[in-house]
């Protein structure tokens, strides 16, 4: 549900009306994002902030490249300016795939956006820019910024389990693409990061014994699988507002989902996870 605005039309539509460059490339009815518009929209709910505060922020992928593309951003617009064209052309998506008035709609970001109270700002840097932002009333949109914050909280807080494991951001994303079944760097490779620092951080991981050759050791999979784990836990507060709705809100979004990707509104995995697509996709 929230995803999608990494590769919703509408939104890249926004950006070029802002001075980006279109997107690069396009997969069915999705389209690829111009990598200095995703970085510089998505961080924008930190402010207008370095480029350094935004690769810390989003954590995998090297700053050497994050930083100019930031840069190149905030010589186009402003934070509140491409957060508005983000927001706007994520809703615009929505309503295309979903209709205007989906059933059970409201009620759905009302609880998704309570479940959001407990949850703690410390460590969640893109979460909080979240909260300090104004919700809109419109439902569809409430939808959106409920699923964006939950996205951004999980995402947040996965960041904190595998730093306090000691991994860097090479590591971790290595340890994640063999983890979900992918090739070797599969998406890693498309995170900025260079051949040299990629065979690095694999021989650092050989030398924890977390790797076995191109595979996972049992030690790479059980410390890989905790990190999973432990994100689940640091959400669990959200989980407990939610209560026995849970199993009502996942009915609704679980359609929700499905027919976002069946009107092609979000890359399938073989698409996404490919090399090519992974050096433009740049979704953490």
């Known amino acids: 549900m929230a995803g999608q605005a990494q590769f919703a039309p509408e939104c890249h539509a926004n950006y070029v009306a ?15 994002p111009d990598r200095s518009a995703y970085f510089t929209a998505r961080g924008s709910v930190l402010g207008q902030v370095p480029g350094t505060v935004v690769a810390a922020a989003f954590a995998v992928f090297n700053p050497t490249v994050v930083v100019p593309l930031v840069q ?7 934070a509140g300016t491409i957060w508005a064209a983000r927001q706007a052309g994520a ?20 609880v998704l956006l309570d479940a959001c109270e407990p949850l703690p700002l410390a460590g969640r840097a893109l979460f909080a820019g979240q909260r300090a932002l104004e919700v809109p009333d419109e439902p ?7 699923t964006d914050m939950w996205r951004e909280y999980r995402g947040d807080s996965h960041i904190v389990a595998w730093a306090a494991e000691g991994l860097d951001a090479v590591e971790i994303g290595l340890l994640g693409d063999l983890y979900w079944g992918l090739a070797p760097r599969a998406h890693t490779a498309g995170r900025g990061w260079s051949a040299e620092q990629l065979a690095w951080g694999e021989q650092r991981l050989s030398g924890r014994g977390l790797l076995d050759g191109d595979r996972l050791s049992a030690e790479g999979f059980a410390l890989r699988d905790h990190i999973e784990v432990r994100t689940d836990a640091l959400v669990a507060p959200g989980l407990e507002v939610i209560g026995d709705r849970l199993d009502a809100v996942i009915d609704r979004l679980l359609p929700w989902g499905a ?22 996709v740049g979704s953490a």
């Open 18 to 32: 802002l001075g980006f460059d279109p997107s690069p490339a396009k997969a069915g009815q999705t389209e690829l």
């Open 72 to 78: 190149a951003g905030w010589q186009r617009t402003n």
């Open 91 to 110: 809703v615009a998506h929505l309503t295309r795939l979903l209709g205007p008035a989906p059933s059970g709609v409201s009620e759905i970001a009302d």
């Open 140 to 146: 569809v949109a409430r939808l959106w910024r409920a």
């Open 259 to 280: 027919a976002i990707v069946a009107a092609g509104g979000y890359l399938s995995p073989a698409v996404r996870f490919t090399r090519a697509a992974a050096t433009v």
